[in-house]
């Protein structure tokens, strides 16, 4: 059964860099089926697609917040992991995790719906 | 970015009753649509993807239709279990976007 599961820091000073990890357990990060992405959620507020990487290390980010993330990936520990730099107070949001499928919309594979989703962890930004 | 508008932002009902939730596209998304429920607390849950796929396991009372920029998430009878918040979300186009959720409250 799949789970994925956010780890990290739940306090992050302001201009710090927040770091997370998701650890994938019940399927494999390397299946060229899926592409593995990190959503957050603002108290109170919706949902922002923050960005997605495929096994091979393709990254799509969000461009609102592309200069201050990197999302990389490691096979050999079946997890991926989220640095956003710079951080204030308005990136106080619960981080989540998330698979989507591969999809082939147009010419190149691309992110798809979130599929599956970790439970979620809460990062406040505060001195 | 494509913007996600969903209506009602709130929106109060009984148990029974048939709901329906509309969200719009500020431009085609041609089917690439989907559909989440989230309770509070808790992550979003999957429900429907390409507009009117019903993901495995959900109930047949949710279902979802429309293309190009109108789509409808729609509950023909509400169990106690759905009052929730729930958001569309477009994956036709880079960066992908949600919607701003409905709230389906207990009337």
């Known amino acids: 059964q799949l789970q994925l599961q956010e780890s990290g820091p739940g306090l992050v000073k302001p201009s710090e860099t927040l770091s997370l990890t998701c650890a994938v357990s019940?399927?494999?990060?390397?299946?060229?089926?899926?592409?593995w992405g990190w959503i957050r959620q603002s108290p109170g507020k919706g949902l922002e697609w923050i960005g997605s990487?495929?096994?091979?290390?393709?990254?799509y980010y969000n461009p609102s917040l592309k200069s201050r993330v990197t999302i990389s990936v490691d096979t050999s520990t079946n997890q991926f992991s989220l640095k956003l730099s710079s951080v204030t107070a308005a990136d106080t949001a619960v981080y989540y995790c998330?698979?989507?499928?591969?999809?082939?919309?147009?010419?190149?594979?691309?992110?798809?719906?979130?599929?599956?989703w970790g439970r979620g962890t809460l990062v406040t930004v505060s001195s | 970015d494509i913007q996600m508008t969903q209506s009602p932002s709130t929106l109060s009902a009984s148990v029974g009753d048939r709901v329906t939730i509309t969200c719009r596209a500020s431009?085609?998304?041609?089917?690439?649509l989907a559909w989440y429920q989230q309770k509070p607390g808790k992550a979003p849950k999957f429900l429907i993807y390409?507009?009117?796929s019903l993901e495995s396991g959900v109930p047949s009372r949710f279902s979802g239709s429309g293309s190009g920029t109108e789509f409808t998430l729609t509950i023909s009878s509400l169990q106690p279990d759905d009052f929730a918040t729930y958001y569309c979300?477009?994956?036709?186009?880079?960066?992908?976007?949600f919607g701003q959720g409905t709230k389906v409250e207990i009337k």
């Open positions: 979300q477009q994956y036709d186009s880079y960066p992908w976007t």
């Open positions: 390409k507009a009117s």
């Open positions: 998330a698979r989507q499928p591969a999809l082939r919309l147009r010419v190149q594979l691309s992110p798809g719906y979130f599929h599956f």
């Open positions: 990487i495929y096994y091979s290390g393709t990254t």
């Open positions: 431009q085609n998304i041609y089917h690439w």
């Open positions: 019940g399927g494999s990060i390397s299946s060229g089926t899926y592409y």
